[in-house]
């Protein structure tokens, strides 16, 4: 199998790629995307921006960024990028406060930023351990409470408002050998969003997470080379998934089409959940077949 992965990730090829969605589906709507710099928040942010959607994109890297912003420009989108920690509430803060400060209305909120470095557990140090739970629980926890109170502040949703949060998470159901720490992370937020999916039901807020199996971004290229090798062995399609299949999972719950589903987890992995070996830090002698 070969990865293709900047191929995939590249902007026009997103930008060309075919959708089952119709073009106006976000006309008039705000979409903000975090990790939107790269990967599948950048193709989410994209698909959004191809529906009709303005965008809030952040991340940590400006350059990143600003790369996405201009390629939305040039296609005649709007786009608002702030520079943001989601670890950090006052850099949260500031984000939603330029967010409303630009368009004053927020629709949808997708909550991707995100990742972690392949170790076996037994390895973790505690800096370690807190660098993924900080990044993967913390900041989309602040990033989900945020938005609920902006839209809390906004006052009573009407019939036509989305107040969508989608959170991108992992597989959690199974063994996830060498990221024991981001699926605790991730079930962590699993577990929040099914709990707030009913706390904040009477704001009009709906609250759902897309779990990705393994796909094809740039964020792999972190993972040695001979897990790279055994990636076709994730699944039963033997493929990495695509940005632009995670992209269209993420739409459907925040669009219309989701207006019934809340604290769902919606898993989109090709089926590795029921048949495949990830061993992202590499396959110990004790599970070698020969
Ligand atoms: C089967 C079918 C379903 C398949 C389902 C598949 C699911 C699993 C596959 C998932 C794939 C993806 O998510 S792909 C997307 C991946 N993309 C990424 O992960 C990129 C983002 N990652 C990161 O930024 C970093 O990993 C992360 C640590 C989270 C960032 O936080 P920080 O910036 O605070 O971290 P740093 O300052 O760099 O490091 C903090 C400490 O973390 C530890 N640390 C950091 N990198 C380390 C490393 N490579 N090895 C060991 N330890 C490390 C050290 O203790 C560091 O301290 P010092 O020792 O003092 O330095
Ligand atoms: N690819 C895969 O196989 C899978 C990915 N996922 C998850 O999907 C999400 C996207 O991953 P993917 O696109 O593959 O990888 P990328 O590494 O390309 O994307 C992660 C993005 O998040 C941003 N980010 C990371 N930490 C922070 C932070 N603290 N604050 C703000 N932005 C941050 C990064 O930008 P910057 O560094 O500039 O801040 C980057 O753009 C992640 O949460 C990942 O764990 C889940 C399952 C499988």
Same mark, same amino acid.
């Given at each position: 199998m070969r990865l293709d992965i900047d191929a995939l990730n590249a902007p026009e090829a997103l930008w060309a790629a075919d959708t089952v969605y119709r073009a106006d589906l976000f006309r008039d709507r705000v979409a903000l995307v975090s %990790?939107?710099?790269?990967?599948i928040g950048r193709a989410v942010a994209l698909l959004f921006a191809r529906l009709g959607a303005r965008l809030v994109i952040c991340g940590r890297t400006l350059e990143k960024l600003d790369a996405v912003a201009d390629f939305v420009r040039a296609k005649g989108g709007e786009v608002l990028a702030v520079p943001t920690n989601v670890r950090e509430p006052d850099q949260v803060e500031n984000l939603f406060a330029q967010a409303h400060a630009h368009y004053g209305r927020i629709d949808c909120v997708v909550n991707n930023a995100g990742g972690q470095f392949p170790q076996h557990a037994i390895d973790f140090t505690p800096k370690g351990w807190s660098a993924v739970i900080h990044n993967n629980l913390t900041g989309t926890w602040l990033m989900m409470q945020r938005a609920a109170r902006y839209w809390r502040d906004q006052g009573a949703a009407s019939a036509s408002m989305l107040r969508s949060i989608c959170n991108i998470v992992v597989v959690t159901e199974r063994g996830m050998p060498g990221v024991a720490h981001t699926v605790a992370a991730r079930a962590g937020i699993i577990g929040a969003s099914r709990t707030v999916a009913v706390e904040w039901a009477p704001l009009g807020i709906r609250v759902n997470c897309v779990a990705p199996g393994?796909?094809?971004?740039? %964020?792999?290229?972190?993972?040695?080379p001979a897990a790279q090798k055994e990636f076709?062995?994730?699944?039963?399609?033997?493929r990495p998934g695509t940005p632009m299949e995670i992209a269209e999972a993420v739409v459907y719950l925040s669009?219309?089409? %989701?207006?019934?589903?809340?604290g769902e987890v919606l898993t989109v992995d090709g089926g590795g959940r029921l048949w495949g070996e990830l061993w992202t830090a590499g396959r110990p002698e004790y599970y070698q077949f020969s």
């Open positions: %990790g939107a710099g790269s990967g393994l796909t094809a971004t740039e %964020g792999l290229r972190v993972y040695p076709p062995l994730a699944n039963p399609m033997k669009a219309p089409s %989701g207006s019934f589903i809340t």
